[in-house]
């Protein structure tokens, strides 16, 4: 137990102060700071609504777009 909190204080640490906004704001610069949660948030959507989770018409509406070759963290998905 002493180990998990030697390191939990160090990662606090060194990420200091983004480890302030935990949370609350996405550390960093640039648009593609939101790229990340919108593409977890849409897959739950196409998920949820029996939707082609590799597909969006959310993107160059009304055509759409296909998501398959985009920089999706597909392994983070699984977890």
Do not use: C, K
């Amino acid at each position: 137990m002493a180990v998990l909190a030697f390191y939990l204080v160090l990662a606090v640490l060194v990420t200091w102060p983004a480890a302030r906004y935990a949370g609350t704001r996405y550390p960093g610069r640039g648009n593609d700071l939101i790229l990340f949660p919108w593409q977890f948030w849409r897959l739950h959507r196409a998920l949820a609504a029996g939707e082609n989770p590799f597909y969006t018409t959310l993107l160059y509406y009304p055509q759409g777009v296909s998501l398959a070759f985009s920089n999706t963290p597909w392994a983070l998905f699984a977890l």
